[in-house]
Each structure stands twice: as structure tokens, then as C-alpha cells.
């Protein structure tokens, strides 16, 4: 009888398969972060959305980077998102707004994995991303920075250490840490496949570049930013 | 002779309207795309200059856009800095923009230089 009405309520709600996770994104995550496709087509409707889009986190992501962060949350985009949002005419340059950006809402521990989970399941379409795209393989960190700064200029919008490199753009240090190595491959490939008005551009970075690329953001990503910071 | 008036004016107010649209669009291509290394008065000191090897140009300087075809600023946009033998911080961007998109930002930029 009791299992009855569990069902029973279970299916007049219609939450039958909807968890935790899903129901904390719906309520406290929505208003910031589209949950479902596609991204925007128009440069008006990306400045619209208050945080990247979540819709292709599981095919993204680290789970174990998604969970740490969501309970410790700090800065990504030196310039906030969007950086246009976030920039003042300076003396020489123009500089980032700091009193514009705010920080990001933080879950308990046990928030937190329910959501992950519920994230990761939120895969990208098949033809977006090929596992074993990344080839795996190593690099020096000092013909890495050749490669990722003097050959494709991406140092321009990414920072490769704390204040050091572009502001628009999300730090590149941590890259490695916080995504999955074949999504990298995949976006720095085309962007604009994942984000049609992405600011970043695609470079057109020759495939053995791309894998060096990530090699270095892998590199990177091993040093302990946060006690340099 | 009045009722057939109205048309044209119609065609007119379209045109006018159209044209408003586009020349918004290009600005909010230049403000999305280009601010964040030619600045937001596109005088070349946007926020990510101050670890830059190279300067980005100074749109509104016709010093310095002067001299340059629409068609150098269209290939330059397109194809970026190293296609025209200068430096590889100026992205290509034909992996973002259709070629009328780019022509609007060339139209774009002689409003900005005040040059030809």
C-alpha cells in the first residue's frame, strides 16, 4: 500500500525520473545557464545569457573538477561573462570592471554531487565529439608556450599564468583541470561548431597543433595555481 | 494618384529601416568580436593589450587605416594578420562571419577612421 502511494504520487507529479540534481539546476541554476539546446544564434541573445551554456556539461567537464568547484567556486573568465559586460575605459587601456562582477552561488557538499551527476548526464551530440580525439603524448611547458602563444597567438585572450596573457577570454591554466581533453580538441578545432558567436575565433590550428595544444594545457594544468595565486 | 504614393514612401521607410538594422548588427559584431583587442572606442587599447607582443591597429586613426582598399580589410578580417604578412594576434575571422557580415565591419571601420 505504502509503495502504491509512492508510485502512485511519483507518477501524478511526473517527477518519476527527474533527481535531485535536476530539480536544484531547474530551480536555483536556470536563470543563469541554458539546460538545453541550442546555443545562441545571435550576438543579442548571447549577451542575454547570464553564465555559459550547461546543455553539453557531461560531454565537457571533469566530474571531479564539477563537484569541488560547485562547493568552492572561483573566478574562470578574468572578465567576467560576458567580458563586454564587464570593461571601462581606462588611462591607457581599457579595464576590467571589477565592482561589476559577482561571485558565484555555492552549493552544500551533498548538493553539489547530486548536481554534478545530474550535469554529466547532459551529453553534447554525437557528431560534436569523437573519444580518443586526444592523442595523448607529452610536452616541454616551454616549447608548449611556443606553440599555444608565438605560432597560433592564443595568449591574447587567455591568461597562461595568474595575470599574465589576454583578460577576455577563461584561464588557460586551469584548462586541463576543468575539461575533458576531447572536448579541448574538439572546441579549439571550432569553436563556433559549439558557440556560433563565441568572441574566440577558430584559428585554424593545424590538427598535430592542436594535439600540442592540449599536451601544454595538460602540462599546465599539473603546477599548484592555487598556492602561487 | 495619392493611394500609389504610399508605396514607394513604404519601400522607403523599409530601406531606412533595413539599413539601420545591418549597420546594428555590425556593431555588436565589432563590440562582441573586436573590443576585446581594439578597445571599445576602437583606438587599439582594448583589455587584453597589456601581455600583447604586438599592438592591435588604432581603427580610428585614418593615419593609420588610410591607404588600405576595402579589399585589404576584408582579406585582413577574413583570412587575419598573417595572411597579409602581419602578426598572427589578428585572428582570422571567416570561421565566424558569413562574407556580408564582414562587409558590413569594413563599412564599419570607415566609419570609425573617417578615411577611405
Known sequence: MKHFVLIASLMATGSALATDGDAILEQRCAGCHALSGPAAQSVPELWKRKGPDLFYAGSKYKDNWLEKWLVKPRRIRPAGYHYVQHIKPGKKRDMVDMSTLTPHPVLSAEDAEDVAEALMKRKAPADLITKGDFKGGSISASFGEMVFSTFNGCMACHEIEPNFGGLSGPEVYTAAKRMQEDYLVSYIRNPQAWNPKTPMPNKHTAEQNIQKIVRYLQALAKENWDEKK | ?116
Request: proline share 3%; glycine share 8%.
Open chain 2, 1 to 116: 494618384m495619392k493611394k500609389n504614393s504610399i508605396f514607394p514612401a513604404l519601400l522607403i521607410l523599409l530601406s531606412v529601416f533595413a539599413s539601420a538594422v545591418w549597420a546594428s548588427e555590425a556593431e555588436d559584431n565589432y563590440k562582441n568580436f573586436c573590443w576585446q583587442c581594439h578597445g571599445m572606442t576602437g583606438n587599439g587599447m582594448g583589455v587584453n593589450v597589456q601581455d600583447m607582443s604586438v599592438q592591435p591597429r588604432d581603427h580610428t586613426s585614418a593615419k593609420s587605416m588610410g591607404g588600405r582598399s576595402d579589399a585589404d580589410l576584408f582579406k585582413v578580417i577574413k583570412e587575419g594578420g598573417l595572411a597579409i604578412d602581419k602578426s598572427v594576434l589578428m585572428p582570422p575571422w571567416g570561421g565566424t562571419f558569413s562574407d556580408e557580415e564582414i562587409h558590413d565591419l569594413v563599412t564599419y571601420l570607415r566609419k570609425l577612421c573617417q578615411c577611405r
